[in-house]
């Protein structure tokens, strides 16, 4: 009777041991989602709001033909007049995916608790996300705000948001 325990607890031990082991030696799943890409570390480049070039999209471009994408001014007359003040997008090129530059209005940002922007950078990122758009969102200071950055190669989209911590007076807190 002993040894017959004794036989199970070995078998037991073996049988966990051999599942710990497969799980660290065993690749990762081609299953795995791959990882969303960082955002973007191109410079905001404000001129465009006031001297547009054809290949970008801003709070004022508006074609008469079709609908202008993306099509961000529902959010901005909805919701977001106040806070969202302009934005820029760029078409996709050989070396970045498409994003949109939101420009906010800081008094604005400033004042609004973690949750609040957080909430704003969601629904923004949504709605481009459903364009092919990634985002970043800046002040007119050319400050990054935060991004909503998504892997477009996976269905659904998986996407990050990042957002950074300033506190109400906008200093970021000591560590």
């Given at each position: 009777?002993?040894?017959?325990?004794?036989?199970?607890?070995?078998?037991?031990?073996?049988?966990?041991?051999?599942?710990?082991?497969?799980?660290?030696?065993?690749?990762?799943?081609?299953?795995?989602?791959?990882?969303?890409?960082?955002?973007?570390?191109?410079?905001?480049?404000?001129?465009?709001?006031?001297?547009?070039?054809?290949?970008?999209?801003?709070?004022?471009?508006?074609?008469?033909?079709?609908?202008?994408?993306?099509?961000?001014?529902?959010?901005?007359?909805?919701?977001?007049?106040?806070?969202?003040?302009?934005?820029?997008?760029?078409?996709?090129?050989?070396?970045?995916?498409?994003?949109?530059?939101?420009?906010?209005?800081q008094q604005i940002w400033s004042l609004l608790e973690y949750v609040e922007r957080y909430d704003f950078?969601?629904?923004?990122?949504?709605?481009?996300?459903?364009?092919?758009?990634?985002?970043?969102?800046?002040?007119?200071?050319?400050?990054?705000?935060?991004?909503?950055?998504?892997?477009?190669?996976?269905?659904?989209?998986?996407?990050?948001?990042?957002?950074?911590?300033?506190?109400?007076i906008g200093l970021q807190p000591s560590l």
């Amino acid at each position: 009777m002993y040894i017959l325990k004794l036989c199970e607890r070995q078998t037991s031990f073996l049988l966990l041991l051999t599942i710990s082991l497969t799980a660290l030696v065993v690749p990762p799943s081609l299953a795995e989602t791959p990882p969303i890409p960082s955002p973007s570390s191109a410079p905001l480049e404000l001129d465009l709001l006031t001297k547009p070039k054809d290949y970008v999209i801003t709070a004022n471009t508006i074609n008469p033909e079709r609908l202008t994408v993306p099509s961000l001014w529902w959010a901005q007359q909805n919701s977001e007049k106040k806070l969202l003040d302009n934005w820029i997008a760029y078409p996709a090129s050989d070396k970045e995916p498409a994003r949109v530059d939101l420009i906010v209005n800081q008094q604005i940002w400033s004042l609004l608790e973690y949750v609040e922007r957080y909430d704003f950078v969601n629904r923004l990122g949504s709605a481009a996300r459903n364009f092919g758009y990634n985002v970043r969102v800046f002040n007119y200071q050319k400050e990054p705000l935060a991004t909503y950055t998504c892997n477009f190669s996976t269905s659904p989209a998986s996407c990050s948001i990042q957002t950074t911590v300033k506190n109400k007076i906008g200093l970021q807190p000591s560590l």
